[in-house]
């Protein structure tokens, strides 16, 4: 009796080892976006969310430039699910990604204009990410363009 009382425990505590605490609902989203100069080295740091990203292969990327980030700011809010939303002056695309150990990694491109963007700006538009450029404005996901633009 006492061998099945200790393996009857045995067995629950490694039941219990193997299960996952989830914490749930989460909202990962900020409140606003934060607009975040480009320094020397092409990184970017936001303290109030400590959070700190190398920018160099974005604007490469935009611009097909490997000095282009210089003098540059660069947009970025965070959605409720956790995802980056990242664009700046002059791009055509708004960039989104995921947090995967230690690095930001590209989860989509959305195409914005031909033209680049002359005054991005990001609001908070839960469950949504709204993107303004002067008097344009779209609801944004992490899987693109939400509903049309106004």
């Known amino acids: 009796m006492k061998r099945l009382l200790i393996l009857f425990s045995f067995l629950i505590l490694i039941t219990a080892a193997c299960s996952v605490l989830t ?3 989460a909202n990962f989203s900020w409140p606003i976006e934060s607009v ?6 092409g990184k970017v740091a936001e303290d109030r969310y400590s959070i700190e990203v190398n920018t160099v292969g ?3 990327e935009e611009f097909q430039d490997s000095l282009s980030y210089k003098g540059k700011e660069v947009r ?3 959605d409720n699910q956790g995802f980056y939303f990242l664009t700046s002056n002059n791009f055509k695309n708004i960039y989104v990604f995921k947090v995967d150990e230690g690095k930001l990694v590209q989860e989509n491109k959305i195409f914005i204009s031909e033209f680049g963007l ?4 990001f ?3 839960d469950p949504f990410i709204e ?3 002067g008097t344009y404005k779209m609801n944004l996901t992490h899987k693109g363009i939400q509903g049309g633009s106004k």
């Open 23 to 25: 914490l749930q609902p």
């Open 123 to 125: 609001n908070q538009r």
């Open 76 to 78: 970025m809010i965070r």
């Open 131 to 133: 993107l303004v450029d």
């Open 36 to 41: 975040l100069p480009v320094d020397d080295n």
């Open 58 to 60: 974005l604007f490469f």
């Open 118 to 121: 002359q005054t991005p700006a």
